[in-house]
């Protein structure tokens, strides 16, 4: 599904992605784990075509998309859904209103059947009855619900998902994860996401991937990055432990 070689980006002096090399396939959920600035949010960026690498590519089905037009990359994101750090509600609409938005706006089917699809999408994210609330209305939790039922209006072969349980107590982000990997399950979306939630995010997880001064140190399944021998690996999945060795 998506390919990243050799991603080179900087900002001034400031190198931030220093040859990114990472494969993602289909239908698998990555996440992408790393340090606070360390470029998680720059390469989410480059996937979706917001910013141009200095060098590198990424190819989306086999689709070069660091060479591509506005136009030809607009064509693109329609396979792409992105639910942002803190939900990105529209606060003069409801939650309905919101959750409908992308469907209205792509004009893709009738009134009537996108209005089923928002209730059926709100029930499987645990929002019935919320409809006619307001973003300011509704706690953190519900509104990162709703920003992944508007997600899959659209029903994308992508979900990108930008730190999507920040700020959420344990139990919270707990919940987050399981709508998220319930929803997985039932539309099969290939998911990205990039978080630093150790270990809670392996749960969820079919393949992770350690950025670590702007390059994938590694990468595989969740079991293979808890017993991964690399000093970095073992600081980041488990300080307590590797300071203890």
């Given at each position: 599904m998506i390919e990243?070689?050799?991603?080179e980006?900087?900002?001034?002096?400031?190198?931030?992605?220093?040859?990114?090399?990472l494969k993602i396939g289909t239908g698998e959920v990555t996440a992408i784990l790393g340090k606070s600035g360390g470029g998680k949010s720059v390469?989410?960026?480059h996937i979706i075509g917001l910013m141009k690498p200095d060098s590198g590519r990424i190819l989306i089905n086999g689709t070069?998309?660091?060479?591509?037009?506005s136009q030809e990359m607009d064509i693109i994101r329609e396979k792409f859904a992105v639910v942002f750090q803190f939900?990105?509600?529209f606060d003069s609409m409801t939650i309905f209103e919101n959750v409908a938005f992308p469907a209205i706006e792509k004009k893709r089917a009738s009134q009537h059947d996108i209005n089923?699809?928002?209730?059926?999408?709100?029930?499987e994210v645990g929002l019935v009855g919320m409809e006619e609330k307001y973003p300011s209305e509704i706690s953190g939790g519900m509104r990162k619900r709703v920003a992944l039922a508007r997600a899959l209006i659209m029903e994308p072969e992508i979900i990108l998902f930008d730190e999507p349980t920040t700020g959420l107590d344990p139990i919270l982000l707990d919940q987050i994860h399981s709508y998220i990997k319930a929803t997985h399950s039932k539309y099969g979306f290939t998911g990205i996401v990039i978080s630093h939630e150790v270990p809670e995010i392996f749960d969820i997880a079919d393949k992770v991937a350690i950025l670590d001064e702007g390059v994938v140190i590694e990468a595989g399944t969740p079991s293979d990055i808890r017993q991964s021998l690399n000093p970095v690996v073992r600081r980041f999945v488990s300080?307590?432990?590797?300071?203890?060795?």
């Amino acid at each position: 599904m998506i390919e990243i070689m050799n991603l080179e980006k900087s900002f001034g002096s400031q190198r931030v992605l220093k040859g990114v090399n990472l494969k993602i396939g289909t239908g698998e959920v990555t996440a992408i784990l790393g340090k606070s600035g360390g470029g998680k949010s720059v390469l989410l960026k480059h996937i979706i075509g917001l910013m141009k690498p200095d060098s590198g590519r990424i190819l989306i089905n086999g689709t070069d998309i660091t060479v591509l037009k506005s136009q030809e990359m607009d064509i693109i994101r329609e396979k792409f859904a992105v639910v942002f750090q803190f939900g990105a509600l529209f606060d003069s609409m409801t939650i309905f209103e919101n959750v409908a938005f992308p469907a209205i706006e792509k004009k893709r089917a009738s009134q009537h059947d996108i209005n089923g699809k928002v209730k059926q999408l709100l029930t499987e994210v645990g929002l019935v009855g919320m409809e006619e609330k307001y973003p300011s209305e509704i706690s953190g939790g519900m509104r990162k619900r709703v920003a992944l039922a508007r997600a899959l209006i659209m029903e994308p072969e992508i979900i990108l998902f930008d730190e999507p349980t920040t700020g959420l107590d344990p139990i919270l982000l707990d919940q987050i994860h399981s709508y998220i990997k319930a929803t997985h399950s039932k539309y099969g979306f290939t998911g990205i996401v990039i978080s630093h939630e150790v270990p809670e995010i392996f749960d969820i997880a079919d393949k992770v991937a350690i950025l670590d001064e702007g390059v994938v140190i590694e990468a595989g399944t969740p079991s293979d990055i808890r017993q991964s021998l690399n000093p970095v690996v073992r600081r980041f999945v488990s300080p307590r432990a590797a300071h203890q060795e």
